[in-house]
């Protein structure tokens, strides 16, 4: 339940703001009457008006809709892709069924923020562009990434729709993500909420809000029935209280078998039989740098997830990922081969399906079901009690964000009381992700134990921050960092260059360990030099992760580790012991 001092925080919150939905959800309808939603080269190929009344006929068919994530430099680029994979994939016969296209994360702005605002992988579209993107091909675009969520959610939707894109996400990125240089909480949180009204005024003609629970505070969550709980929640204001359809998908954080067949039951309870999923990410957290191992895991991961959909048909497109994922975005070449294999694999899934017990699969759903239903409750009464109007979606939609994943485990989970834990429960199913990040911990903390290494960080104040959404590399450094005795100032995900300038001029720091994923390494450095200096700020910075950045008219990021030493900064791909030597 909730504590007297989250109580007066959310009054705080709920008092100082108007959430008048009313309003919002008119501006819907009168938006709504002015849309046509368009029709792309795959409803004509599939005789459908939407992409769900497709995934319900597969379902009745216990047919595998395949799904591929494509985004390159721009959009010509993007389009030739889609051109040559569906051209290969037909000399192969096989079929992509959809596409996830992969939008630069200044999408989610609005359109005058966008040029000055450094650019990441994918493309970014002009609304001249929005039209092409299903009249090139029969696969069918999704778009998923920087969409719904952000302070260019209603205008983003409205381009959508009128190009026939009919499920529209991401939902979870609302909560978990920000774009660059915007802190306006509250016009984000409006814009979501038009948003998501406006698709469910088209819901009877198939439309869908799509949203990947692991892509936000699904990956944050150490418990799998807190994931559960969310996905209730999700779908209580997405279908209860805006009347859309919801679209739940999840999977690329978690690479345990029983699991990832477990979640397509739990889904379908969830979802009341009802399910219509969007896509069951391949299993990211698995990939190394050894392609051939890689192609081992992804045939593991894509048989149990087609028998899955075998078993219990949920809609979900199945998600073959490349054997690059851990490394750099696929070429178009990548994403044909592996969605080969994945179509070979499918061959073997209908052979083995009735010979597979799945009885601890059902059982994980069993207790999704039962232990998400109950964080649920947990989740409203606590934020009813709070002040909360829990019938007001504006309302929860905002105070669900500000409160962050870590406070809403710690206050609702289901799991026994125990302050030993982290979030002062016992975990009940691990998530893949967590356990992951645990073994992290251990693999590295004795590099962490060690006299000298000790002797040199003692007392040394360091910042870490994320360039965007992927934290657990930061969570896991401050874990090693919090019994060295330095002091740590901890921003969390998404700190773009000005929140790390305004919270080095409060503190002293020593030195600034940034994460990054997302294609925008050079650019967030160079972003970051410039404003060091303007502020006549010298210290050692390191960057970790993902070292690439997004050139224009270049389909795949380029590495430039180089770069960022050529700037000054410190560059590494892993974790090492010589983060020492930054602090000396």
């Known amino acids: 339940m909730a504590t007297p001092s989250f109580n007066e925080n959310v009054q705080q919150l709920v008092n100082k703001e108007t959430f008048d939905y009313i309003t919002l ?33 597969c379902k009745k068919s216990s047919s595998i809709t395949y799904h591929a994530h494509v985004g390159m430099g721009n959009w010509q680029l993007t389009e030739q892709a889609l051109e040559n994979i569906q051209r290969e994939c037909k000399l192969n016969n096989i079929e992509v069924h959809r596409s996830g296209i992969c939008l630069d994360r200044r999408m989610g702005l609005p359109e005058a923020w966008r040029e000055k605002t450094a650019a990441e992988t994918g493309p970014l579209l002009a609304n001249s562009q929005w039209q092409k993107i299903g009249s090139n091909t029969t696969i069918q675009p999704h778009m998923g990434d920087f969409m719904i969520g952000f302070p260019s959610s209603t205008m983003n939707t409205v381009h959508a729709l009128q190009a026939g894109v009919t499920t529209i996400g991401n939902l979870s990125q609302y909560f978990s993500h920000e774009v660059p240089g915007w802190h306006d909480h509250k016009t984000t949180a409006i814009e979501t909420t038009r948003a998501i009204a406006l698709l469910g005024e088209f819901r009877e ?23 559960a709980g969310w996905a209730y929640m999700e779908k209580y204001i997405v ?29 379908d309870k969830i979802h009341q039989g009802e399910c219509v999923g969007s ?21 593991e991961y894509m048989l149990w997830d087609i028998m899955a959909q075998l078993k219990c048909p949920t809609g979900h497109a199945v998600l073959p990922l490349p054997v690059t994922e851990a490394i750099r975005s696929p070429s178009w070449q990548e994403i044909v ?28 759903a069993e207790k999704m079901q039962i232990h998400g239903k109950q964080v649920f409750k947990n989740a409203l009464e606590g934020l009813q009690s709070a002040g909360v109007d829990i019938n007001n979606p504006l309302q929860m939609l905002y105070v669900l964000k500000k409160m962050g994943p ?13 302050d030993s834990e982290a979030r002062g429960h016992k975990v009940i199913v ?42 657990h590399a930061i969570i896991v450094l401050n874990w090693l960092f919090a019994n060295t005795g330095a002091k740590v100032t901890y921003l969390g995900a998404e700190a773009d260059p000005d929140k790390i300038i305004e919270q080095v001029k409060k503190i002293d720091v020593d030195a600034i360990l940034i994460s990054t994923h997302n294609g925008m390494a050079l650019e967030y450095a160079n972003q970051l030099k410039q404003k060091l200096a303007a502020n006549n700020i010298l210290l050692p910075v390191l960057f970790g992760g993902v070292l ?33 030597k930054l602090l000396q």
């Open 548 to 580: 690439n950045q997004k050139v224009p008219d270049q389909e795949l990021p380029i590495d430039v580790t180089q770069d960022l030493l050529a700037l000054g900064f410190h560059a590494q791909k892993q974790l090492s012991s010589s983060l020492d």
């Open 406 to 418: 870590a406070t809403f485990e710690a206050l609702f989970a289901a799991g026994e009381k125990d």
């Open 25 to 57: 959800r008119n501006e819907a309808r009168d938006i709504a009457k002015n849309i046509t939603i368009g029709r792309t080269l795959a409803f004509d190929h599939w005789g459908v008006n939407s992409e769900r009344a497709f995934k319900e006929q």
């Open 430 to 471: 691990a998530t893949d992700i967590f356990a992951q990040t645990i073994d992290c911990y251990q693999e590295y903390k004795s590099q962490f134990e060690k006299a000298d290494f000790l002797e040199k960080v003692n007392g040394k104040r360091v910042l870490l921050a994320s360039t965007d959404v992927h934290e």
């Open 205 to 227: 003609q198939g439309v869908m809000l799509h949203s990947y629970l692991e892509d936000g505070y699904g990956a944050l969550f150490f418990d799998c029935t807190t994931v």
């Open 279 to 299: 896509m069951f990410y391949g299993d990211t957290i698995s990939f190394t740098r050894n392609f051939d191992e890689n192609r081992a895991m992804i045939s």
């Open 239 to 267: 279908e209860d209280l805006l009347k859309a359809k919801l679209s739940h998908c999840i999977g690329g954080l978690t690479s345990d078998p029983i699991k990832r067949a477990g979640w397509v039951f739990a889904l």
């Open 337 to 364: 081969e592996t969605q080969i294999l994945g179509n070979r694999v499918e061959k073997s899934a209908r052979r083995m399906l009735d010979h597979v017990d799945f009885s601890a699969s059902e059982a994980f």
